[in-house]
Each structure stands twice: as structure tokens, then as C-alpha cells.
């Protein structure tokens, strides 16, 4: 199993942009994703890349302003977020999937078998 440890979060104001790391202590073929929990929410699908890029996948809340990707020679993900707002306020975590392809699941945390320990991002108003 491979060790992930997530960096980059931080405070910045709305509208603002940060750009979120995580590095794997090896390399991992299957999807990798990234998720985020709010104080008192539910653990929250954001976004899943498979392992060569070719395909990806959003959260409805995200679309449009996030952007996923992978340099798999560094065995790191990335999560880049602009037009940031309040509500994207949470822990992120980034996890392995079970899976080398995208699935109906790819958006469900159970289909995930390693997750990192989360970066906290704070969007202020």
C-alpha cells in the first residue's frame, strides 16, 4: 500500500486560487481522487483522474473552477482551485481507488482503499 501525504492548503480570500499536492510514496496504476469534508457534512466527492490522465471526473460543485492532474514520474497529484469560495471551506483528502478505470463508483469514497491525512483549506469572505 502506498503512503500519501497531502500539502498546499491554507488560508486565502474568495476568488482567490491554491493549488493542492499530494505525493504517494510509490507509484499507483489506478484512479486517484480527491475529496473534501466540511465541519458537520458528509465526506464529499471533488474530483478522480485515472493513472495516465486520459480520462477525468468533477464534482457538480466544482466543475468549471478545479482542475485535476498527475505527474506520475513524481508519483504526485495535484489539485488546482480557482475561483475559490467560502463554501469550498473543508478538509481535502486524496485517495487511491480500487479501480484502474472509472466506474459508476469512481465518485463514491468506498470504491477508495488509501486515503491521505487531509490539508485544511480555508476560503475567508
Known amino acids: 500500500q502506498v503512503q500519501l501525504v497531502e500539502s498546499g492548503g491554507g488560508l486565502v480570500q474568495a476568488g482567490g486560487s491554491l493549488r493542492l499536492s499530494c505525493t504517494a510514496s510509490g507509484r499507483t496504476f489506478s484512479v486517484m481522487g480527491w475529496f473534501r469534508q466540511a465541519p458537520g457534512k458528509e465526506r464529499e466527492f471533488v474530483a478522480a483522474i485515472t493513472w495516465n490522465g486520459g480520462s477525468t471526473r468533477y464534482g457538480d460543485s466544482v466543475k468549471g473552477r478545479f482542475s485535476i492532474s498527475r505527474d506520475n514520474t513524481k508519483n504526485t497529484l495535484y489539485l488546482q482551485m480557482n475561483s475559490l469560495e467560502p463554501e469550498d471551506t473543508a478538509v481535502y483528502y486524496c485517495?487511491?481507488?480500487?479501480?484502474?478505470?472509472?466506474?459508476?463508483?469512481?465518485?463514491?469514497?468506498?470504491?477508495?482503499?488509501?486515503w491521505g491525512q487531509g490539508t485544511q483549506v480555508t476560503v475567508s469572505s
Open positions: 485517495a487511491v481507488n480500487h479501480f484502474g478505470g472509472m466506474v459508476a463508483g469512481t465518485t463514491s469514497a468506498s470504491t477508495y482503499g488509501q
